[in-house]
């Protein structure tokens, strides 16, 4: 069918003549129609006031109505009906939304709530009024381009002369037919500093601001076009090491939504928390209570994780420029808004200085009319008709005429007629020399301005930011998000079982062979005897194959995780070793780290976590020749290379058994350790107290509250006591001074010693009665230490003890040396006057600067200063000051 006959065909049969319509015709053109209406007439702003329709509407309909005094909102949504061709309910929440950005409508009422997503009261409850911000920056009729209703009773503005980037500063969410527009509110303050810098041909930068506050990834931005992304977190904070607090929540949340979100993952067993308390009023607090033995940091990483304490925006700027939508970024945006208020203000200045103008133009002729007392000459009284009259005045100023800015109408001369004698009476000279005067000054002001109408722009952008900008900083915090692997963060929420016999695996198998902990999104590496492996989801019961080696949680882009391996090669019986890393693989491809040679086996695995190497002790098997039945190879020598390599030839005689004669240390670089205070367990995730960087025999150092130190390797599975005082990296040429209460003799005692121990063993260094009390500790190398006496001693001068004079350094088995033969009333220790490289508080800032997390509850000692009360008895409530 041609083109032409696509809407209608004629259709006759038999004498009947009928017409037939397409619908496909209908639809392309209605279609369309009602698209580009959606697009112009509601869902998109217009770049010249950054509005959409219904927002231009109501805002002209409150200036209609201003007074001064607030006024119902159901009154201004039927005010607005009138320029409107929408519902009432349309109307309303659009004002609802403008009141809640606090920018333009000053609102009086229950409006609502963003945080707690609370609606706002019946618009005939609350009311509103323009905020003197929007009547400064939003109206000038004298500039604004006009045009019918649409039932052409009333004119309303095409657009208003906003003399301000409102669109950046209020953002926009709409979805029209066939495309969209999104961007984010934008801070009022860096909004004007931005104009500023723009028109001072400066660069500058644009990034959203969001009522809500929170903290945000501007990385992917792209200037608010499509294909950007925004990373948007809740603030949360540490309450305590059991409760975490979150005050600040993403744009586009609610502290509802917040909190489903959070019990949905806890059913899921994604995260692990005992309630939620919302205790949201003006701000923001909602109570995280953790579990017993659950990490708050790890929980932190969690809760960004896996629940709407993390959101990603995509923004989409899309505006109407000359009737059409236009996809530009912010920065273009913010540019062209500039623009247009320097031609605003400099509209405004021309309008004002035609009217300046005008008012010297009459001033001047009023005082010639006045001053050569025109009003009473003969003729002019005599004057037949108007005519004449008009004449006479206009050949008596004659005279004047080359002086003046423009020509005399006939206009001017009725307008001098109609001047009172009331008027003429009181006329004064000096007053109207003046009043000229002036008009000329401010004429010159005005074109001052226009020569210089950026500057003038600028000041007036300084004028908005000094006079509104007080309230308006940013609330949303910029920064830069590393990315949190869910496999690392998530409650290891299910127990792994395989059933080596039968050759499955799962989450299932209560009775069968416990494995490890793990969680359900975590992948399994499975190695078996024939040098085949491979990684699988966790999953309820699985057949993985017979001659399982070994099986455990897959770590993807895990390098320091090593797996020493020797093996026999089927075809030639050589034994081949290697040492190789996985790191990431296809999930559910098997792959082999043997030549893959029929026959071929493992016949020594291992696998370790900090790349730690192996002594092996080889024993051959005899035959004719062979003198060397026994050697030793130490796998340490051998490079870590990738899992593909063929490995180095062990031997080519074959093999009786293979043992592990010594447990090497790791071959890898240092690796760094953090302590978490809350589950009391070491890790490589930076969570919690930094320690330092291991590396070989390296230790860490802990002293405990109790009175009572021991040294620990960095194996991240090692448990540790309650009540610690310090964990750190052991450091054996620092030494430790210490004052305890001896309950045996009931003084106090001062000690000093270097540790060096074995580790793994529990030492007691303040003696063995188990009412003896720890009082402080310090690295410091020359402490210094200021007693204050009490009870029958209290008159007594204070006394200021130089540690390493008093005594010198022992065994940690020595008792120690008594600090004084007085009642001892408080102990204070005091900055030391000789300083030491190597003390705590030069170590302390260097890890606190490296490791960047606070240290509270897992190091408790204030080297300065620290004060010490001494109970006088027993009966006086002697106890722990820990």
Same mark, same amino acid.
Request: include cysteine; glycine fraction near 6%.
């Given at each position: 069918?041609?083109?032409?006959?696509?809407?209608?065909?004629?259709?006759?049969?038999?004498?009947?003549?009928?017409?037939?319509?397409?619908?496909?015709?209908?639809?392309?053109?209605?279609?369309?129609?009602?698209?580009?209406?959606?697009?112009?007439?509601?869902?998109?702003?217009?770049?010249?006031?950054?509005?959409?329709?219904?927002?231009?509407?109501?805002?002209?309909?409150? !200036?209609?109505?201003?007074?001064?005094?607030?006024?119902?909102?159901?009154?201004?949504?039927?005010?607005?009906?009138?320029?409107?061709?929408?519902?009432?309910?349309?109307?309303?929440?659009?004002?609802?939304?403008?009141?809640?950005?606090?920018?333009?409508?000053?609102?009086?009422?229950?409006?609502?709530?963003?945080?707690?997503? @609370?609606?706002?009261?019946?618009?005939?409850?609350?009311?509103?009024?323009?905020?003197?911000?929007?009547?400064?920056?939003?109206?000038?009729?004298?500039?604004?381009?006009?045009?019918?209703?649409?039932?052409?009773?009333?004119?309303?503005?095409?657009?208003?002369?906003?003399?301000?980037?409102?669109?950046?500063?209020?953002?926009?969410?709409?979805?029209?037919?066939?495309?969209?527009?999104?961007?984010?509110?934008? +801070?009022?303050? /860096?909004?004007?500093?931005?104009?500023?810098?723009?028109?001072?041909?400066?660069?500058?930068?644009?990034?959203?601001?969001?009522?809500?506050?929170?903290?945000?990834?501007?990385?992917?931005?792209?200037?608010?076009?499509?294909?950007?992304?925004?990373?948007?977190?809740?603030?949360?904070?540490?309450?305590?090491?059991?409760?975490?607090?979150? %005050?600040?929540?993403? #744009?586009?949340?609610?502290?509802?939504?917040?909190?489903?979100?959070?019990?949905?993952? %806890?059913?899921?067993?994604?995260?692990?928390?005992?309630?939620?308390? @919302?205790?949201?009023?003006? @701000?923001?607090?909602?109570?995280?209570?953790?579990?017993?033995?659950?990490?708050?940091?790890?929980?932190?990483?969690?809760?960004?994780?896996?629940?709407?304490?993390?959101?990603?925006?995509?923004?989409?700027?899309?505006?109407?420029? +000359?009737?059409?939508?236009?996809?530009?970024?912010?920065?273009?945006?913010?540019?062209?808004?500039?623009?247009?208020?320097?031609?605003?203000?400099?509209?405004?200045?021309?309008?004002?200085?035609?009217?300046?103008?005008?008012?010297?133009?009459?001033?001047?002729?009023?005082?010639?009319?006045?001053?050569?007392?025109?009003?009473?000459?003969?003729?002019?009284?005599?004057?037949? %008709?108007?005519?004449?009259?008009?004449?006479?005045?206009?050949?008596?100023? /004659?005279?004047?005429?080359?002086?003046?800015?423009?020509?005399?109408?006939?206009?001017?001369?009725?307008?001098?007629?109609?001047?009172?004698?009331?008027?003429?009476?009181?006329?004064?000279?000096?007053?109207?020399?003046?009043?000229?005067?002036?008009?000329?000054?401010?004429?010159?002001?005005?074109?001052?301005?226009?020569?210089?109408?950026?500057?003038?722009?600028?000041?007036? &952008?300084?004028?908005?930011?000094?006079?509104?900008?007080?309230?308006?900083?940013?609330?949303?915090?910029?920064?830069?998000?590393?990315?949190?692997?869910?496999?690392?963060?998530?409650?290891?929420?299910?127990?792994? #079982?395989?059933?080596?016999?039968?050759?499955?695996?799962?989450?299932?198998?209560?009775?069968? /062979?416990?494995?490890?902990?793990?969680?359900?999104?975590?992948?399994?590496?499975?190695?078996? !005897?024939?040098?085949?492996?491979?990684?699988?989801?966790?999953?309820?019961?699985?057949?993985?194959?017979?001659?399982?080696?070994?099986?455990?949680?897959?770590?993807?882009?895990?390098?320091?995780?090593?797996?020493?391996?020797?093996?026999?090669?089927?075809?030639?019986?050589? #034994?081949?070793?290697?040492? &190789?890393?996985?790191?990431?693989?296809?999930?559910?491809?098997? #792959?082999?780290?043997?030549?893959?040679?029929?026959?071929?086996?493992?016949?020594?695995?291992?696998?370790?976590?900090?790349?730690?190497? /192996?002594?092996?002790?080889?024993?051959?098997?005899?035959?004719?020749?062979?003198?060397?039945?026994? &050697?030793?190879?130490?796998?340490?020598?051998?490079?870590?290379?990738?899992?593909?390599?063929?490995? +180095?030839?062990?031997?080519?005689?074959?093999?009786?058994?293979?043992?592990?004669?010594?447990?090497?240390?790791?071959?890898?670089?240092?690796?760094?350790?953090?302590?978490?205070?809350?589950?009391?367990?070491?890790?490589?995730?930076?969570?919690?107290?930094?320690?330092?960087?291991?590396?070989?025999?390296?230790?860490?150092?802990?002293?405990?509250?109790?009175?009572? &130190?021991?040294?620990?390797?960095? @194996?991240?599975?090692?448990?540790?006591?309650?009540?610690?005082?310090?964990?750190?990296?052991?450091?054996?040429?620092?030494?430790?001074?210490?004052?305890?209460?001896?309950?045996?003799?009931?003084?106090?005692?001062?000690?000093?010693?270097?540790?060096?121990?074995?580790?793994?063993?529990?030492?007691?260094?303040?003696?063995?009665?188990?009412?003896?009390?720890?009082?402080?500790?310090?690295?410091?190398?020359?402490?210094?230490?200021?007693?204050?006496?009490?009870?029958?001693?209290?008159?007594?001068?204070?006394?200021?003890?130089?540690?390493?004079?008093?005594?010198?350094?022992?065994?940690?088995?020595?008792?120690?040396?008594?600090?004084?033969?007085?009642?001892?009333?408080?102990?204070?220790?005091?900055?030391?006057?000789?300083?030491?490289?190597?003390?705590?508080?030069?170590?302390?800032?260097? !890890?606190?600067?490296?490791?960047?997390?606070?240290?509270?509850?897992?190091?408790?000692?204030?080297?300065?200063?620290?004060?010490?009360?001494?109970?006088?008895?027993?009966?006086?409530?002697?106890?722990?000051?820990?």
């Amino acid at each position: 069918m041609s083109e032409e006959n696509l809407d209608h065909e004629e259709i006759q049969d038999d004498n009947i003549k009928e017409e037939v319509t397409y619908l496909s015709g209908m639809y392309r053109d209605w279609f369309l129609d009602y698209a580009s209406y959606v697009i112009l007439e509601r869902a998109v702003p217009y770049i010249n006031d950054g509005l959409k329709p219904v927002q231009r509407r109501i805002m002209h309909a409150m !200036r209609e109505m201003d007074d001064g005094r607030y006024n119902k909102v159901a009154n201004i949504i039927g005010q607005t009906m009138q320029y409107h061709p929408h519902g009432d309910a349309s109307i309303g929440d659009a004002i609802v939304q403008i009141g809640q950005k606090e920018l333009l409508i000053d609102s009086q009422g229950n409006w609502g709530n963003i945080l707690t997503g @609370d609606g706002a009261a019946a618009p005939r409850y609350i009311e509103a009024r323009l905020t003197k911000f929007a009547l400064e920056v939003l109206f000038n009729p004298k500039t604004t381009e006009w045009k019918l209703s649409y039932d052409g009773r009333k004119k309303e503005p095409v657009t208003l002369p906003v003399k301000f980037p409102l669109l950046l500063a209020q953002g926009v969410d709409g979805i029209a037919v066939g495309l969209a527009s999104k961007m984010f509110p934008h +801070n009022f303050i /860096e909004l004007i500093d931005a104009s500023i810098a723009y028109l001072r041909g400066k660069n500058f930068e644009l990034y959203p601001d969001f009522p809500t506050g929170g903290s945000a990834d501007f990385s992917k931005y792209n200037d608010g076009l499509r294909g950007g992304s925004v990373k948007v977190r809740a603030k949360i904070e540490k309450r305590d090491n059991k409760t975490l607090v979150i %005050n600040e929540v993403p #744009y586009g949340k609610t502290t509802s939504t917040l909190i489903e979100s959070i019990i949905k993952a %806890n059913d899921k067993g994604k995260i692990k928390i005992k309630k939620i308390d @919302d205790n949201t009023a003006a @701000d923001v607090e909602i109570l995280v209570h953790l579990a017993a033995g659950v990490s708050s940091d790890k929980t932190i990483d969690a809760l960004y994780a896996f629940t709407d304490c993390e959101v990603s925006l995509s923004p989409n700027a899309c505006i109407i420029e +000359n009737d059409k939508p236009h996809f530009i970024g912010v920065s273009e945006i913010l540019k062209r808004s500039a623009d247009s208020t320097k031609d605003l203000l400099k509209l405004e200045l021309e309008i004002r200085k035609s009217e300046l103008e005008e008012q010297w133009h009459f001033s001047s002729l009023e005082k010639i009319f006045i001053e050569e007392r025109i009003y009473k000459d003969k003729k002019f009284e005599d004057a037949e %008709n108007m005519d004449q009259a008009v004449a006479h005045i206009d050949n008596r100023l /004659e005279p004047w005429k080359p002086k003046l800015k423009r020509d005399v109408t006939r206009e001017d001369i009725l307008k001098l007629m109609e001047i009172r004698m009331a008027r003429i009476l009181k006329f004064n000279k000096d007053k109207a020399n003046d009043l000229l005067k002036s008009i000329e000054d401010e004429i010159a002001e005005v074109e001052h301005n226009i020569e210089n109408i950026v500057d003038f722009t600028i000041a007036w &952008f300084k004028h908005l930011k000094q006079k509104y900008g007080k309230g308006k900083e940013r609330k949303t915090e910029i920064r830069s998000f590393e990315n949190i692997v869910a496999a690392k963060v998530v409650v290891k929420n299910e127990k792994l #079982y395989v059933d080596r016999k039968e050759g499955f695996m799962g989450t299932s198998l209560k009775k069968a /062979e416990f494995v490890c902990d793990c969680s359900d999104i975590d992948d399994i590496i499975i190695f078996r !005897r024939d040098g085949s492996y491979y990684i699988t989801k966790v999953t309820d019961k699985a057949f993985i194959g017979k001659n399982i080696l070994h099986l455990a949680v897959f770590k993807k882009s895990d390098k320091r995780t090593i797996y020493n391996v020797v093996y026999k090669d089927g075809e030639t019986g050589f #034994y081949y070793m290697k040492r &190789f890393f996985v790191t990431g693989v296809t999930r559910d491809k098997e #792959y082999n780290l043997t030549k893959e040679t029929k026959g071929s086996r493992i016949v020594y695995f291992s696998a370790n976590p900090n790349g730690e190497a /192996e002594v092996l002790r080889i024993v051959l098997k005899p035959k004719p020749r062979l003198k060397k039945l026994i &050697f030793e190879e130490d796998l340490g020598e051998l490079a870590i290379k990738g899992r593909q390599s063929m490995g +180095n030839i062990l031997t080519k005689n074959e093999v009786h058994k293979i043992t592990l004669k010594e447990k090497g240390v790791s071959t890898l670089g240092g690796r760094k350790i953090w302590f978490d205070p809350d589950v009391l367990r070491l890790n490589a995730d930076s969570r919690g107290k930094y320690l330092g960087e291991f590396t070989g025999e390296d230790q860490i150092l802990v002293i405990y509250k109790s009175g009572d &130190f021991q040294l620990y390797n960095y @194996d991240l599975s090692n448990h540790f006591q309650q009540d610690i005082l310090v964990i750190e990296k052991f450091d054996r040429r620092k030494i430790l001074s210490v004052v305890y209460f001896d309950a045996d003799q009931d003084y106090y005692y001062v000690k000093r010693f270097e540790i060096d121990e074995p580790e793994g063993k529990l030492i007691r260094f303040i003696g063995d009665n188990k009412d003896n009390r720890l009082v402080s500790i310090t690295w410091v190398h020359y402490p210094r230490l200021e007693l204050t006496f009490g009870g029958k001693n209290a008159e007594r001068e204070n006394e200021i003890i130089e540690v390493a004079e008093f005594i010198g350094v022992k065994s940690w088995k020595a008792k120690g040396k008594r600090l004084s033969n007085y009642d001892v009333n408080k102990i204070i220790e005091i900055e030391p006057t000789i300083k030491d490289d190597y003390d705590h508080h030069e170590d302390e800032s260097e !890890r606190d600067e490296e490791g960047g997390v606070d240290d509270n509850a897992v190091d408790n000692t204030d080297d300065i200063p620290m004060e010490i009360n001494r109970p006088k008895n027993e009966d006086d409530g002697q106890g722990s000051l820990f």
